[in-house]
């Protein structure tokens, strides 16, 4: 390789991811609460989903399953699973809440629309155990 | 003898296509594609060929030095470029058998599993670590044998461009024969699949007929759409997290994991703990069978 090459290949890469974006490919949401437990059990190994809650834009969720909680979020066109041990760790954010993973590069996760009280009641189930 | 890289030949047809996979994703399901992970994927195979440029001199003297005690004379004759063609494919179903085995090979090679997408992009999205992890250790018979180092490099070549074009959801099966014989887009989307009923499987390169003899073949199910990425997926595009996480927590575990069991973190296969208390393929398809005895 040289450097006509190396410069050829970044700026084909710059081209390519432009024209991924201005064709707007990679638009996905998380459909409903089903679409969400149907995920977390895919996702996880042995995880058995009972309730779930998704946020308003489709970008994350929250799944109650058997003694842990699968945290959904929306990772381009596809979504990324974590399994948390409750109590979960929540803030009030600004049209929601906001889910600490404990993972810097995963990150929180804000479901929209979502009230601290109602991933309490979702919880409360295995918190009770 | 000094014989062309076919891999630089074939960059522009990898950049036309991946090209026109988009305009396909764009018509059938923009799902396909992902601009941050297309993105992602090709700066991490860009990152790799200078990663290769910078190590693949040492890879090849030191190939070059065992070549020396060859035990046979081969030469540049057309029909030992076949038979190098061939046995190389066979390296490089151990070498790929033992990077999904081993967490010492598998910290270089889950780059390249570590998109939830199947594209053409994906093809690209190849190591920086492979001179590191020692993984041309694997093609180390063949000088011994007495292909020559160069007449490797470009069979290698071929090989990495024949699996360009079996990374994409748009072929759906080819051909009866075509199947049985060789490695396709669905021999290797079983391969890329996170379903338990497909993790370790489909380990070839060019020839599929190494995992049927060896017990690895698994074909790819209607009723069981292949789900990409690795069993913890990243959930970041992050291009330096892509790259090094697997040894990141090589180092961590090593660091805390009791003497007794440090060995156990770099040779056992991906996800094994000294306390059991994680998922390897083997607990992960174990409580998918218990699953599935029960519905």
New interface residues.
Partial sequence: ?NWV??GG??V??LV??????M??????RIASAADARRIAE??L??FEARHAIVGTDGCAALVAGNGTIAVL?R????V???RLTPPLRVREAVEGVTVETG?R???AVTLLGVLPVDVQTLEAPLTLM | MKLPDPVSYAVPAFVLLVLAEMLVAWARDRKRYEPKDTLTSLALGTGSTVAGVLTGGFAYAIALWFWQFRLFEIGYAWYWFVVAFVLDDLAYYVFHRSAHRVRWFWASHVIHHSSQHYNLSTALRQTWTGFFSLSFLFRLPLAIIGFPPAMLLFVGGINLIYQFWIHTEVIGRMPRWFEAVMNTPSHHRVHHATNPRYLDSNYAGVFIVWDRMLGTFVPERDDDRPRYGIVRNLGSFNLLWAAFHEWIGIARDLWSAPWRAKLGYLVMPPGWSHDGSRDTSETIKARWRERQEKT
């Fill in positions: 390789m090459q190396l290949s970044v084909a890469i390519l991811a432009g024209i991924a974006r064709l707007r490919l990679g638009e996905s895919e996702s190994a042995g979020k990772h381009g066109a596809q990324a699973v974590r993972e590069l995963f990150g």
